[in-house]
């Protein structure tokens, strides 16, 4: 008879598999929007690969508008000398009062660690730029990284483990994206007037093409179309939708100060020489 230990492991693995069989196919969820073919959708829309040469970056964005959600991604980063590269994967409105919600990857030297840039911006102001390194090698292998949004605040993760969290803080005059739509967007570009250490390392194109892959998305989500939600308008919260009202539970908590107590370099809350009139007052709320 198998020991509850093994059971559970079996259950784990076969849940995992389960996740994975119903991740969302790019070729159903996904346009590739520029690049001249250097964007690829491959293995019957399993895989996604972005392409970055001297010419030319690539991109996609999502055929659906969400108005909430929690978005799961699996990338891996461009390897070797990625320096003077940028990798975002993001969540955009249009228009001049945007709202976005923005993972943006760092590239680096050989050896170096890439740069994790998170920013959130409402009706179209940012500066809240928060700034990490990785506990792994993101080039190695696929890592999950997931964006959490709902009424209440938004939380980045990485594999699972929450890395930073905006609260919904209105009620001290701060916007907070919640009345637009916005897509999932990603791009592969070249930024080497400021990417890596402020632009003084630039992109070595001998090292072209620079490759990022995507696989596993998922969405759990509620779609916008014809101005009107997916998601049932009662505030009864079902199974399906419990990430509309979820926050972090102690042990989440405890995660993400560690992350933040030991791989965080920029958080705009802590730097008073960029706002000497105060800092912003969600700042002071956390």
Request: aromatic share 14%; with cysteine; hydrophobic share 35%.
């Amino acid at each position: 008879m198998a020991s509850s230990a093994s059971v559970s492991v079996l259950f784990l693995l076969v849940s995992s598999l389960m996740v994975a069989a119903h991740a969302g196919n790019f070729n159903q969820e996904f346009d590739i929007t520029w690049g001249d073919g250097r964007g690829k959708m491959l293995n019957n829309g399993q895989l996604l690969t972005l392409s970055l040469d001297k010419a030319s970056g690539s991109g996609f964005q999502s055929k659906n508008e969400y108005l909430f959600g929690k978005i799961d991604m699996q990338l891996k980063l461009v390897p070797g000398n990625s320096a003077g590269t940028v990798t975002a994967y993001y969540l955009s409105s249009k228009g001049s009062n945007w709202d976005e919600i923005d993972f943006e990857f760092l590239g680096n030297l050989s050896g170096d660690p890439y740069i994790l840039h998170t920013n959130v911006f409402s009706q179209g102001k940012g500066n809240r730029e928060q700034q990490f390194y990785l506990w792994f090698d993101p080039t190695a292998d696929f890592h999950t990284y997931s964006i959490l949004w709902n009424p209440q605040r938004i939380i980045f993760s990485v594999d699972g483990t929450p890395i930073r969290e905006f609260k919904n803080s209105e009620s001290i005059g701060v916007p907070f994206p919640k009345n637009q739509a916005m897509r999932i967007y990603s791009s592969l570009w070249n930024a080497d007037d400021w990417a890596t250490r402020g632009g003084l390392v630039k992109t070595d194109w001998s090292k072209a093409p620079f490759t990022a892959s995507y696989r596993n998305f998922k969405a759990d989500a509620c779609v916008w179309s014809s101005g009107k939600s997916s998601c049932p308008s009662s505030s009864s919260s079902t199974t399906t939708s419990s990430w509309l009202s979820q926050q972090l539970d102690t042990t989440a908590q405890e995660r993400l100060r560690w992350v933040q107590k030991n791989y965080m370099i920029y958080n705009y809350c802590t730097d008073a020489k960029r706002f000497p009139q105060g800092l912003p007052p969600e700042c002071k709320a956390s």
